[in-house]
């Protein structure tokens, strides 16, 4: 690929998101028939409402972002430093507040870029989302109301390898066996999240995992541009 992106200017990133409440009992009964409406065409005939909620974390209307892992490049030249962190914890709101304030500070230039695999569809969206529901002013690199599609700063590796095939999807997983880059799915996945979230309550291991998902995009968007995969020795935790 031929492109003028400048990968100092790139903002990495991964979310993971668990159900707003543990269980759909949990639910008010109006949360509970609005959850049964949304989710009706995705549902086959033997899943009920209650079945699926497992799943809910994948609707910003009924879950929530548990942790945010940004990574970004700090030094190209002559040694390159990929410097990852996270924002984590019980409190949405808070960590949403962190996010924002680093966003604020310093990825708020017209040439500064967010990236992630399918964020366009779900990290972007996701975020901003949760955002306006815990009243919180969107930063200029997530508000894109008025914005022409040239204008929005925003990469997808997802996107980038469709070429315009806009039916293929492939998963970070997928992507990065194809490519030769380490897994970062080599202790839980998406799907088991939430159970460890609330049944092991093990938010470090969800940081951890959340941080090599984000370390996956980038080593996706070098091999996108055939350039150097990062070595362990180049990752820097913060």
Request: glycine fraction near 4%; charged fraction near 30%; include cysteine.
């Amino acid at each position: 690929m031929n492109s003028r992106i400048e990968f100092k200017n790139i903002l990495f990133l991964d979310i993971e998101t668990v159900p707003e409440v543990e269980s759909f009992e949990l639910l008010t009964e109006e949360k509970k028939e609005l959850f049964a409406q949304k989710t009706q065409y995705q549902r086959k005939e033997e899943y009920s409402p209650e079945a699926f909620y497992e799943r809910a974390g994948i609707w910003a209307e009924f879950g929530k972002i548990v942790c945010i892992s940004v990574g970004y490049f700090s030094e190209l030249e002559p040694k390159r430093s990929f410097r990852v962190r996270s924002f984590s914890g019980m409190d949405e709101e808070q960590l949403l507040l962190g996010f924002k304030e680093l966003l604020d500070s310093h990825f708020n230039k017209a040439n500064q870029l967010l990236c992630a695999h399918n964020g366009k569809e779900f990290d972007f969206p996701y975020i901003a989302r949760r955002m306006i529901i815990n009243r919180i002013d969107l930063p200029v690199k997530l508000n894109l109301f008025g914005k022409k599609p040239w204008e929005i700063p925003h990469l997808d590796t997802l996107e980038l390898w469709k070429f315009g095939d806009y039916k293929h999807y492939t998963s970070l997983k997928l992507m990065t066996n194809i490519l030769g880059i380490p897994s970062p799915k080599d202790d839980i996945d998406g799907s088991q999240v939430a159970a460890v979230f609330y049944k092991e309550q093990d938010l470090d291991r969800i940081v951890q995992y959340c941080e090599k998902d984000t370390i996956a995009v980038a080593q996706l968007l070098l091999r996108l541009f055939n350039k150097d995969l990062l070595q362990d020795t180049e990752i820097v935790h913060i």
